[in-house]
């Protein structure tokens, strides 16, 4: 926990008593497709998951984000891609379970027409955990799954996430922001929107076999060792 002086000097302002809010909130996930390339480098495929996810595909990060949130991600996307060592295509997911949501909030502070909120939005954040594990995980991996070839599988590669809120008002609300790393290379052709009604198909006949498999595969996804991959 920080302190009051410590938040201060991060910029925070203390609201005694607390601002209220109301939002829904919800989580982007970004993953780079490993060993996948679009057919053409223009195309920016988007559909949903589920009822509770959407998701896009796309040579350049940002407008592929911009086309699920109606925001870029990166303001550096060159130098974002060295830092997390990505490559393109990406595979960009949004979920949420439309729910609305009230928190009080001490510590705000307003960066660029966005609202940033110190230790708050807890509840939001609990039932995300929930709704990912049972409707983006293993429905994004039933996805990649449909665009692999027979001999070489695509492989999704997690690289960053990001939960946020859009209040009452339509103005983005940050808690908190998750980072990994990602690693890929490029061999199987994607052909979109070629592969859009087989994609569709695969997804509404889609049934997850538990959480626990979800978990396992997608862990393997994000394994490097091919043997322990494979195991």
């Known amino acids: 926990m920080f ?21 829904k909130y919800y989580s982007l996930k970004i993953y780079c497709l490993r ?8 195309i920016l495929h988007q559909s949903r998951l589920n009822t509770h996810s959407k998701y896009a595909i796309g040579e ?24 997390k060592n990505a490559n393109s295509p990406f595979l960009l997911t949004v979920t949420s379970n439309g729910e609305d949501y009230e928190s009080e909030c ?26 990912i594990e049972t409707y983006e995980a293993p429905y994004a991996l039933a996805l990649t799954s449909t665009l692999s070839g027979s001999d ?22 940050f808690s908190q922001k998750l980072i990994a790393r990602a690693e890929l290379s490029s061999v ?23 959480k626990r498999f979800s978990r396992l595969l997608y862990s393997a996804h994000q394994e490097k060792d091919k043997l322990k991959s494979f195991l």
């Open 152 to 173: 070489t599988p695509v492989i999704l590669d997690y690289v960053d996430a990001c939960n946020y809120g859009i209040t009452s008002t339509n103005t983005f609300l």
């Open 188 to 210: 199987n052709d994607i052909k979109l929107p070629e592969q859009a009604d087989d994609i569709k198909i695969a997804l509404t006949t889609f049934l997850p076999k538990g």
């Open 3 to 23: 302190s009051d002086y410590a938040l201060r000097a991060m910029g925070f302002d203390k609201n005694e008593p607390p601002l209220y809010f109301k939002y």
């Open 60 to 83: 350049n990060l940002n407008e592929v984000c911009k086309s699920l949130t109606g925001d870029n991600y990166t303001e550096d996307l060159e130098e974002w891609m060295k830092s």
């Open 106 to 131: 001490i510590w705000t502070q307003e960066k660029e027409g966005k609202i940033l909120v110190y230790d708050s939005l807890l509840k939001a954040k609990s039932d995300m955990r929930a709704i």
């Open 35 to 42: 060993n996948a390339r679009l057919s053409s480098p223009n």
